[in-house]
C-alpha cells in the first residue's frame, strides 16, 4: 500500500538549521511530484511549493523562496525539506503529500525555542 | 494570489443531517486544459488532511458516497448528505488551478 513515513518531531532554537524527511512507498517515486504543505499551530494549511521527483527540480512559493530547500535521496524513494536560519514563526507541522494530494504524511512538528 | 473564501467557519450538525459548505474563488478555477482543480479535504483531529473531492466533483476512492461535490468557475459546495461521527474535523477547499496553491480557511465541522 501507499506510505508516506516523515522523521520524528524537532526542538531547535533560532537560528538553526533542520532537514525533514518524507520516504515513499507502494509506488515508484519519480511518477510523481511531491508538495510541502505547512501548518502553523492551531492553524490552517499553507502550500510551500513542490519538487519534480524525476528531475530534482525545486519549485517555491513566495513566502517559502531563500531558507527553505526541497531535495530528494532518489535512490531511497525520499524527499526532503530543509529549513534554515529558523525563526520563531518556522514553528508549525509539516506535511509531505504527493502531487494529486492524494496521500499525505503524518506531518513533523517542528518547535523553533531559545 | 486566488484566495478561497470558505462559509460557514464553523458548522454544528447532528448525526444524520445533511451539511453543505462554500467555497467561493477570487477567480475562476477553471485551467486552460478545461479541466478545473478545486479539491476537498477533511482533517480529523491530530490526523493529516485527507482527499475527499478532486476536481470539483469526483470522489476519492475509498470516500463515501454521502460526500459530493458541485460548482463552477468561482463558486463550489461540499455537501454531507447525512453526517456520521467520523466526519467531525475540519474540511478545506483548495485549489490547484493557479501557482501558488491555496488552501481556504477551513470549516470547523461539530456535533451540537
Redesign the interface.
Known amino acids: 500500500q501507499i506510505q508516506l513515513v516523515q522523521s520524528g518531531p524537532e526542538l531547535k532554537k533560532p537560528g538553526e538549521s533542520v532537514k525533514i524527511s518524507c520516504k515513499a512507498s507502494g509506488y515508484t517515486f519519480t511518477d510523481y511530484a511531491m ?1 510541502w ?1 505547512k501548518q502553523a499551530p492551531g492553524k ?4 510551500m ?1 513542490w519538487i519534480n521527483t524525476y528531475t530534482g527540480k525545486p ?1 517555491y ?2 513566502d517559502f523562496k531563500g531558507r527553505f530547500v526541497f531535495s530528494l535521496e532518489a535512490s531511497a524513494s525520499t524527499a526532503n525539506l530543509q529549513i534554515s536560519n529558523l525563526k520563531n514563526e518556522d514553528t508549525a507541522t509539516y ?1 509531505c ?1 504527493r502531487w ?3 496521500f ?4 513533523t512538528m517542528v518547535t523553533v525555542s531559545s | 494570489d486566488v484566495v478561497l473564501t470558505q462559509t460557514p467557519p464553523t458548522l454544528s450538525a447532528t448525526i444524520g443531517q445533511s451539511v453543505s459548505i462554500s467555497c467561493r474563488s477570487s477567480q475562476s478555477l477553471l485551467d486552460s486544459d478545461g479541466d478545473t482543480y478545486l ?1 476537498w ?1 477533511l ?1 480529523r483531529p491530530g ?5 475527499l473531492i ?1 476536481s470539483v466533483s469526483n470522489l ?1 476512492s475509498g470516500v463515501p458516497n454521502r460526500f459530493s461535490g458541485s460548482g463552477s468557475e468561482t463558486d463550489f459546495t461540499l455537501k454531507i448528505s447525512g453526517v456520521e461521527a467520523e466526519d467531525l474535523g475540519v474540511y ?1 477547499c ?1 485549489q ?1 488551478t493557479h ?8 470549516t470547523k465541522l461539530e456535533l451540537k
Request: aromatic share 22%.
Open positions: 508538495h504543505v490552517g494549511l499553507k502550500w511549493g519549485t512559493a513566495d506535511f503529500s494529486y494530494f492524494d499525505w504524511g503524518p506531518g | 479539491n479535504l482533517q490526523q493529516s488532511p485527507q482527499l478532486y476519492e478545506y483548495m490547484a501557482a501558488p496553491y491555496t488552501f481556504g480557511a477551513g
